[in-house]
Structure formats: structure tokens, C-alpha cells
């Protein structure tokens, strides 16, 4: 039980590898797949840029579970995949709402800095940690000076991108 506990609090660490890669890399570092639609996030940030990789993703990890069974691998992928779930509820709540603590306060004020300010750097939505490992967190100073006008960005009206897959299986109806 503590060896499967530990492996899904590894899946969920290493999740936030995976989103530094997937923002920083994948988005803004070099044009890849990913790079479009995450411009388009970036224009319009009621557009979520994962929201194509839901269904795909629940698909692989269902058809892992049923292969594989809760088996330790397995563990650790759903660690990954609840990663994932609060990368996409985190990241919502930074552009649709007010944040709820002094955590999310700062987190959503370097997550708009990036937007707003350094698309460049500040590529962590989740955590500093890898900005930080990798050289794209601004030193301490600039970081205030970047984030300080970032508490007066009013959340999000509206709604996301995120709608149309639950129209998904309704399409055509009207």
C-alpha cells in the first residue's frame, strides 16, 4: 500500500516534468504539434490548449488498466494522469476565477506573467521548480516586477473551449 501510494505521488511529480516539457519545449522552445495550439491559447485564453488530449488519454489509460490491471506501472501512469486532471483544474482556475489562497494568488500571478509579460520564461503553471532547474525563472526581483500588475487582471468571463466535448457525443443535434 505505501510502495503504490509513493508511485502515484512519483506519477504525479513527474507530471509536472512532463508539463514543463509539453509548455516550455513542445509549445515555446522549438515548433512543434503542439506550438499552434497553444498559440491559439495564448490569443484567446479561453481555449484550452489540452483540451484534444482528453479522450485520447482516457482512452490509453483505460486500455492500460484493462492489459495491465492496477499493477504497479499502472499506479504510477494514473499518478501521471491525476497530475494532468489538476494541471487542467489549476490552470482553468488561473483564467476563469479569483484565486482561493496565498498559493494560488502567486502561482496565478507568474502563470499570467507568462502570458502577459514573458512568454519566454515562467513556463511551470504548477510549480517554479523546473523554471527554475532548466533557467526560465526570472530572479527573484524581476519575478515581483513581473507578477506585482498581475493581481489586477480580472478572471475570465465566459466559458472555455472545454464545452464542445460535452457536445461531443451530441453533435449534429440540435
Avoid at 85 to 104: C, T
Wanted: hydrophobic share 45%; charged share 20%.
Amino acid at each position: 500500500m505505501l510502495l503504490d501510494a509513493s508511485l502515484f505521488a512519483l506519477g504525479m511529480f513527474a507530471w509536472t516534468f512532463l508539463e514543463y516539457v509539453i509548455h516550455g519545449v513542445l509549445s515555446h522552445r522549438y515548433r512543434t504539434f503542439a506550438t499552434p495550439l497553444h498559440d491559439v491559447h495564448h490569443r484567446d485564453p479561453h481555449a484550452v490548449f489540452t483540451v484534444g488530449a482528453w479522450i485520447p488519454t482516457f482512452i490509453v489509460w483505460s486500455a492500460g488498466c484493462l492489459l495491465f490491471g492496477w499493477s504497479r506501472p499502472m499506479v504510477f501512469v494514473s499518478g501521471v494522469l491525476a497530475g494532468f486532471i489538476a494541471y487542467e483544474a489549476i490552470h482553468y482556475r488561473f483564467h476563469f476565477s479569483r484565486p482561493a489562497s496565498d498559493l494560488e494568488r502567486r502561482l496565478r500571478a507568474r502563470h499570467l506573467a507568462h502570458h502577459f509579460r514573458a512568454p519566454d520564461q515562467i513556463h511551470g503553471v504548477t510549480s517554479p521548480l523546473w523554471d527554475r532547474v532548466f533557467g526560465t525563472e526570472p530572479d527573484a526581483d524581476r519575478m515581483r516586477e513581473l507578477a506585482a500588475p498581475m493581481a489586477a487582471v480580472v478572471p475570465l468571463s465566459g466559458h472555455s473551449n472545454a464545452r464542445y466535448l460535452l457536445r461531443f457525443g451530441t453533435r449534429g443535434q440540435r
